[in-house]
């Protein structure tokens, strides 16, 4: 079975920022983590190219928006490659199988009879590209996320009916497993509980889209076209395009990771299109918070951007990783602090995990010649260390599974921190001066290599920079593709040899 699984296709009316960036990071973690687990991972990720959003942007740049989403497109492929993201596939709402794609959708939902004409009139936000539920007034509303006035539309459009699906997408809302955090599942509740109502799936006036393959005067609504990327994604190329196919292609998703205010799109009007063309349903929708600076979301449109690659410029990529995975629980809001950032960093990974590679390569090396120690018969607490080490192992990979990334970092810093304790406790160094017979630590230090080893496979989906320089460390050649054999105690071979000890992690400085 593969596990499909996807973050949102973004805007290109920009360049990438750190919001988008976070949404990324998570699942790259995530798709690390279920192939550690020795799963067929399938990740989507990709951009949302069409639009009056896009139209408008490449007006006010002169160029035409084909142009512009090229510019863009490029820059979200070096940031992803700058930061190492595994992605298995990049989707463009611009390619021609993804309009291919959209063509038979379309047509399949139409003979399903769940496609109207209707008159759309409504508050729309450009930004948002969605109509607002808000009553018409004399003066134009303000759109919260964007603080952009909204605008007036009145015209006759093609519908989906959403309406008929309200018993389906009540079901499936209700399902504990659909929406998560749990958290956000009452406020879509009650949305469905206040009626599905028909939405408009074509535009009048907007020439930066899918042209609405039976009526050449409109265009499809950006969203209707965007949603379809996940699975025209799924495809090799234009040829074959087959709804029939998709079982075999890694449809149903496992798990769509969006930010929370898209959750509504993805948590009932992508449902409903998928059960009007007969295709099965993601597994799980996760809709995560909001990276906020000054408390306000972080959006291109507010201007309040951090550009990801001018902190690339400035840190490495897995202190940024770890910053954003580590210290914002994974669902909820988070203020981005350059200052927290450095204390996070020099606390968690450099003090906490290298000192304790730090001190015992040097251990190894001065006591062992570079060696892996023997284990002596009398290994002191290694029943406590392994056991506790063990205990972690079954938190963390819990937790991954909950995509609770903060309890991922905080398990595996406790880890550390208990090894260096067990270290301060047996005092290796005392002992060796004591007597001339090293069997005294050499167990002291076989386990608390074996306990650093498990913790760079640990750290692996996180920052697989480092997790990696912490394997290679204790002598691997090459990282193995799955952990489940290397997450056993007693991998190391005593006698085996360490490479040279190299700095695994700096301490950032402050400017
Ligand atoms: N194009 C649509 C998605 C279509 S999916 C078929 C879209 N694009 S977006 O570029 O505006 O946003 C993409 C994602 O980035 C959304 O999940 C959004 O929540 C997320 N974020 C945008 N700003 C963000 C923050 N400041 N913080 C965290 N995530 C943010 O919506």
Redesign the pocket.
Known sequence: MTLTIST????VNDKP?L??T??TIACDAIARYYRLEGERVLFITGV?EHGQKIQQTAQLKNINPKEHCDLVVTQYLELWKLLDIKFDRFIRTTSSKHKKFVETFYKKVKESGDIKQGKQQGWYCVGCEEYKDIPKTSEAPICAIHQKKLEWRDEDNLFFCLSNYQEQIMALVQDNSFIRPSTRRNEIINFVSSGLRDFSISRQNVDWAITVPDDNSQTLYV?FD??L??LSALYPDENNIDLASLDNLGWPAHLHV?????LRFHAVYWPAMLLSAGLKLPKQVFG?????REGQ???KSLGNVLDPKDLLMKYDRDSIRWYLLSDIKFGSDGDFQESRFIDLINNDLANTIGNLLNRTSTMSRKWFNNKIPLIEKDNPDESIISEYTSNIITIVKQAYLNYDFKLVCESIIKLASQANTYLNDNQPWTKVKQSDNLSDVSSIIYNVLETSRIIGFLLLPIIPDIGSKIIYQLGYKEIPNTWNEELSWGVLQPGANLPKPYPVINKLERE
């Open positions: 949102p296709l973004y805007y920022h919001g988008s976070y949404t949302d969203w965007a949603l990327g996940y969006i930010g929370k205010d898209i995560h918070g909001f990276l906020t979301k972080m959006g």
